[in-house]
């Protein structure tokens, strides 16, 4: 099994910094792609930021220039830090990561249980 624990969501004013972090435990042999998604109330979840595992990234339009993303291969994590948050970035932020299953020989889509990110005054 594998799992991915988020951390770092919370309340922040607009204008201001969060920083989210994830980390893939479990019987994993390789990552792929990690990244972040999100989902605003009565809104579909949509791509944030993902990065390939040699460290190419791609943005949604709505957050370049705002939000980087990096990971740690060596400690199977991914970090989304997230600057000038406006309001409009508030939602339930979730990790994931196509994972190579140790002695699967296939790769499979796993999620974690998300966090909640609020940019309020």
């Known amino acids: 099994q594998v799992q991915l624990v988020e951390s770092g969501g919370g309340l922040v004013h607009p204008g201001g910094s969060l920083r989210l972090s994830c980390v893939a435990s479990g019987n994993i042999m390789s990552i792929d792609v990690m990244g972040w998604h999100r989902q605003a109330p009565g809104a579909e979840r949509e791509m944030v930021a993902d990065?390939?595992?040699?460290?190419?990234?791609r943005y949604a339009d709505s957050v370049k220039g705002r939000f980087t993303i990096s990971r740690d291969n060596a400690k199977n994590t991914v970090v989304l830090q997230m600057m000038s948050l406006e309001p409009e970035d508030t939602a339930v932020y979730y990790c994931?990561?196509?994972?190579?299953?140790?002695?699967?020989?296939?790769?499979?889509?796993?999620w974690g249980q998300g966090t909640l990110v609020t940019v309020s005054s």
């Open positions: 990065i390939s595992r040699i460290g190419r990234p």
């Open positions: 994931n990561a196509r994972v190579e299953i140790r002695g699967s020989y296939r790769f499979f889509d796993v």
